[in-house]
């Protein structure tokens, strides 16, 4: 959905190996250096980091979306990886560069460690 009516294959491959350098808009590049520290480290979110996104036009309801969107991302992503679930074929039929720049976790094919 993202790809197909936001952005091309290589636009999203710009995104995921380097957002800061991939053409978004100043807003849009302060809400993933957010979401980048709050997947890493959440709980050194500071006051500062809500005022730069209120100085980029977020509204309070627009940071919590942020908020939830990459924990239930972070925390789905997690779920998947440790039960070693593979990608479905959409994913899978992805061109591969841009396969590659989008995998995190257990390299494909190397799910070793699912419930049986």
Do not use: C, W
Request: net charge negative; hydrophobic share 40%.
């Amino acid at each position: 959905m993202l790809r197909s009516d936001f952005f091309s294959p290589e636009q999203v491959e710009a995104i995921a190996r380097d957002y800061r350098n991939a053409g978004l808009e100043p807003a849009e590049v302060a809400a993933m250096a957010f979401a980048e520290k709050v997947t890493h480290h959440a709980y050194k979110v500071a006051p500062g980091d809500i005022d730069t996104l209120y100085s980029h036009g977020y509204s309070d309801s627009s940071i919590l979306d942020i908020i939830l969107a990459v924990s239930a991302r972070n925390y789905f992503s997690r779920v998947l990886d440790a039960t070693g679930t593979e990608p479905d074929d959409v994913y899978l039929n992805l061109e591969p560069s841009l396969r590659e720049a989008l995998t995190t976790g257990t390299p494909l094919g190397e799910a070793e460690h699912a419930p049986r």
